[in-house]
């Protein structure tokens, strides 16, 4: 729908959490072919600091990093940032990170968890993420997986839809102007 392409890395497969250099590689190549055929290419690395989640965060222009409030969350989002500052391959002059706070209970918490994570970014990593904004949790996205479809779809007029729209069109300005 809306002209999106979907591949799915397969759910439940463990051999896809494991994969080696040079799989993850071809990977990265692969993904170069797909530019020419979109304006857009997002991977959902999931949770989790494995080499090949590393190795994809480095093949990345831009790095979006979405956090909840829960402390679990917030550690395991500063662990994965830590990781990659220790990494050579890493280049923290150039790095753009970009943070979204997900199932808050409103903007404000969104905006609360980017200060406190940031914070300790810049203090013991030296590096600065930026923020682009908060999807606030509300019933619509529970209602929209069970109907399998993107909340967008299901309840575009859905708290949560709206902010998906905002970041997405920040993204999309701050795009256009770089």
């Known amino acids: 729908p809306e002209n999106i392409g979907f591949i799915s890395g397969g759910s439940g497969m463990r051999e896809l959490t494991n994969l080696d250099k040079a799989q993850i590689q071809k990977i990265v190549s692969m993904m170069s072919e797909l530019d020419s055929l979109a304006d857009v290419i997002i991977i959902d690395t999931g949770a989790g600091i494995s080499d090949s989640v590393i190795d994809l965060i480095l093949a990345s222009s831009e ?5 909840t409030p829960e402390p679990t969350s917030i550690t395991d989002a500063y662990a994965l940032l830590k990781t990659l500052c220790r990494n050579p391959d890493f280049d923290i002059t150039t790095a753009n990170v970009k943070m979204i706070a997900n199932r808050t209970q409103n903007y ?7 200060v406190k994570l940031n914070s300790v970014v810049e203090r013991f990593l030296n590096m ?3 923020y682009i904004g908060a999807i606030p949790f509300d019933q ?5 997986v069970m109907k399998q479809q993107p909340v967008s779809l299901a309840f575009p007029k859905a708290t ?4 998906i729209m905002e970041i997405a069109l920040s993204l999309e300005n701050n795009s256009q102007t770089e």
Request: charged content about 30%.
């Open 128 to 130: 600065k993420m930026d």
């Open 108 to 114: 404000q918490e969104g905006r609360e968890l980017y």
């Open 140 to 144: 619509n996205l529970t209602r929209a």
């Open 160 to 163: 949560s839809s709206k902010a």
């Open 63 to 67: 790095i979006l990093l979405v956090a």
